[in-house]
């Protein structure tokens, strides 16, 4: 498809257990974006790519959480024995790199993760 | 935490009432931007503002990015049943593309 897609859509597990949630970004774009929403509230910012690389990782809200991306295109973000408080949707967003312009961000329709 | 101040939380609008949203931080961006999110999806952007000053439309949206580089508003003209969701400012301190920093999210509701 043409959109960044993310799967699953939803994911229940039990406390304790590992989780690993998968996106993948508009071909082409090389900048991407891992964000957090629980519920009713705004945004809030895991990490980002570039390429494969991850210049910011200063979202992370500890060190349960970790990203990767091979190959500039899919990205996979593990949560290691999940806590209550993990659960929120977890939102991907893909963007264009043009020299040092990134184009807006384009997200995908998130995770939704339930810890039991 | 969040560093942007949205308000309303909340607000109910009546089929062809125009309705505005704004957005203040106490430090200044560089790109501001809007988003509308409806329920099980992804936020879509609606519009992008660079410059300090600038106005901008899209379709019955506008949205101007404060001289100061400290609030936006986004506003909506007659607006309609599909309008309904939950608005987002965002700002970035780069380009549109680089690391955002979220609103808490305007709701918008229709009068019952």
């Known amino acids: 498809g043409a959109g960044v897609s993310q799967s699953p859509s939803n994911k229940v597990t039990e406390k304790g257990k590992d989780v690993e949630l998968r996106c993948d970004p508009i071909?082409?774009?090389?900048?991407l974006y891992w964000y957090r929403q629980s519920l009713g509230q705004g945004l809030e910012f895991l990490i980002y790519?570039?390429?494969?690389?991850?210049?910011?990782k200063s979202g992370l809200p500890s060190d349960r959480f970790s990203a990767e991306r091979t190959g500039g295109s899919v990205s996979t973000l593990t949560i290691q024995r999940t806590q209550q408080e993990d659960s929120a949707v977890y939102l991907c967003?893909?963007?264009?790199?043009?020299?040092?312009?990134?184009?807006?961000?384009?997200f995908g329709n998130g995770t939704r993760l339930t810890v039991t | 935490g969040q560093q942007l101040n949205q308000s309303p939380q909340s607000m109910f609008i009546q089929e062809g009432e125009d309705v505005s949203m704004n957005c203040t931080s106490s430090?200044?961006?560089?790109?501001w931007l809007w988003y509308k999110q409806d329920p099980g999806e992804g936020p879509v952007l609606l519009i992008a503002?660079?410059?300090?000053?600038e106005l901008t439309s899209n379709g019955r949206l506008t949205a101007q990015f404060g001289i100061t580089r400290k609030d936006s508003f986004l506003n909506i003209s007659a607006s309609i049943p599909s309008d309904v969701g939950i608005y987002f400012c965002a700002g970035s301190r780069g380009a549109a593309g680089n690391k955002l920093t979220f609103g808490g999210g305007t709701r918008v509701l229709v009068k019952p």
């Open positions: 071909s082409g774009h090389t900048a």
């Open positions: 430090s200044i961006f560089n790109t």
């Open positions: 503002l660079y410059k300090a000053g």
């Open positions: 790519f570039q390429g494969n690389s991850a210049p910011d």
């Open positions: 967003a893909s963007s264009v790199t043009t020299g040092e312009y990134n184009s807006p961000l384009h």
